[in-house]
């Protein structure tokens, strides 16, 4: 037997000069292989030859990749036909290595700089926002990425934009004094804004369709969450809350429910207590309580620096970082089959936020989030999915002229006085402030927003985009 295989090896050899043993293995048995396989392997082996590139392209293949694919990017699987995998799969690669379709730059407008760099920008749905500074009255502005058209709203209620948000339909904007306005993007309709009592204005929101489900921080105070349907414009409040207690809540438009989750970080195994509620008259359908492993390790609620969470269609992922900032926690919700999971994500770079602050940055897609680093001056990827962190040096455009300035100026020694650290760090910082989703990643400077594009079938051409030019590559 082994005279057998050397010999049909020096055979292929002198046919071929290599053996493809992946070509000669049944399809059958490379499925089964492909599925301890990533997107990030798949797309590789796809480039190794045509016959690979036959191989992992087949519907066989693809059908059985693409349901984690979409999960991993976030994306429900009903519109998707599986002719369109390998799209999804090289979009979902593009992402988690940081390697856009296309880069372009966006100077800023001279009506719009002239003011001040707009603030608070943020992307959702193929349109980005920002706050315009308007002495008297902030302005915000939306760019529609399909069709580069630009909107303005002027804020009515005369107090300072504090915060943005924006959804598939809506904008809803937050001023001092707990106002929310909401405004539909599509049509002429305009809500009035709407008070909420509480003391201060630093809220967690959570949109899903027309619905707004609104929760103020809060220590030792116990609140409701508010509900604000806009399709009748009516606000219903939900049960009673002190905000570091309730961890995290999911919210399904379509059943018009309501899940909420505490966590009791200092029994375990965890014990976490859910609670259904409907979305129309604030009542609870069920409750029930149950243990969550934490994988061999412990935790109390002293360790937890900061907690955060987001949505993906039907999945919640909260994030609770702990103190020192390299390690996270993820509960992950699943609506479609009621499962609440955990995952530990350890980074060898602290995940922080601008300014030095832990716990900001885009949160492009479930288990992966893009920060930048001031420090290595580039953009960290971390992906819990994998357990790695990966750093990209940021190529700035020749047009980024004043965060060149910014950025060529060197942080203190470690040793130095660290408040002066601090400051260099925090200067650094705000020269450039990351945004966007799963399918546009967004830097933006006083000079302008340099965008990244990772879908393959959505680079679109803007009239008013100028094509990316790295400045080491114009001298």
């Known amino acids: 037997m082994e005279g057998f295989c050397g010999n049909a090896l020096v055979a292929g050899r002198e046919q071929h000069a290599y053996y493809d043993i992946v070509g000669s293995l049944p399809l059958e048995l490379v499925v089964s292989v492909v599925e301890y396989l990533d997107e990030t392997d798949i797309v590789r082996s796809r480039r190794v030859s045509k016959r690979w590139r036959t191989i992992f392209s087949c519907d066989t293949i693809t059908k059985s990749v ?32 940081a390697r ?44 529609d990425l399909e069709t ?34 909401a405004v539909d ?29 609104i929760l103020p921080f809060s220590i030792d105070e116990a609140f409701p969450l508010w509900m604000w349907d806009l399709r009748s414009d009516r606000v219903q409040t939900i049960g009673s809350f002190i905000s570091k207690d309730l961890d995290f809540w999911h919210v399904d438009a379509d059943e018009n429910v309501l899940i909420t989750f505490e966590v009791n970080w200092d029994e375990h195994p965890l014990l976490v207590h859910q609670t259904r509620w409907t979305l129309t008259r604030g009542e609870v359908l069920d409750r029930k309580i149950f243990r969550l492993s934490l994988g061999g390790r412990r935790v109390s609620r002293r360790d937890i620096f900061l907690k955060s969470h987001h949505n993906f269609g039907r999945t919640t992922e909260a994030r609770v970082r702990l103190k020192g900032c390299h390690t996270t926690i993820f509960l992950i919700y699943d609506h479609a089959i009621q499962r609440l999971s955990l995952r530990w994500f350890d980074s060898t770079e ?23 680093m ?26 980024e002229v004043s965060a060149h300035k910014r950025l060529a100026a060197p942080l203190p020694p470690p040793s130095s006085d660290v408040w002066a650290r601090r400051f260099a760090a925090f200067f650094m910082d705000s020269c450039l402030s990351p945004f966007g989703d799963h399918e546009v ?17 959505f680079v679109p051409d803007l009239p008013f985009a100028e094509p990316f030019l790295a400045m080491q590559e114009s001298g």
């Open 66 to 97: 693409l349901p984690r694919t979409l999960a991993a990017l976030g994306m429900e699987t009903a519109d998707v036909r599986i002719t369109n995998a390998t799209t999804y799969i090289q979009w979902l690669h593009n992402l988690r290595t």
């Open 350 to 372: 602290p995940i922080t936020d601008r300014a030095g602050q832990p716990g900001g940055g885009p949160c492009l897609a479930p288990l992966l989030k893009y920060g930048w």
């Open 374 to 399: 001031s420090e290595h001056k580039g953009i960290a990827v971390w992906n819990a999915a994998t357990g790695t962190t990966t750093l990209h040096g940021y190529q700035l455009d020749f047009r």
């Open 148 to 181: 580069g058209r630009r909107s303005t709203w002027i804020n009515d209620t005369r107090r300072p934009i504090e915060d943005i948000r924006l959804s598939d339909r809506y904008l809803f904007m937050i001023t001092q004094d707990s106002i929310i306005s």
């Open 441 to 457: 990643f967004g830097m933006a400077s006083d000079d302008g927003i340099q965008l990244w594009f990772f879908n393959p079938n």
């Open 185 to 213: 993007i599509h049509t002429p309709q305009r809500w009035v804004g709407k008070q909420f009592p509480w003391p201060t204005y630093r809220v967690r929101i959570t949109i899903e369709k027309d619905k707004l489900v």
């Open 100 to 143: 856009p379709v296309k880069k372009v730059f966006l100077p800023w407008p001279e009506d719009v700089i002239s003011l001040g760099k707009p603030r608070n920008i943020g992307c959702n749905s193929r349109r980005l926002c920002y706050i315009i500074p308007e002495r008297g009255r902030d302005k915000v502005a939306m760019l």
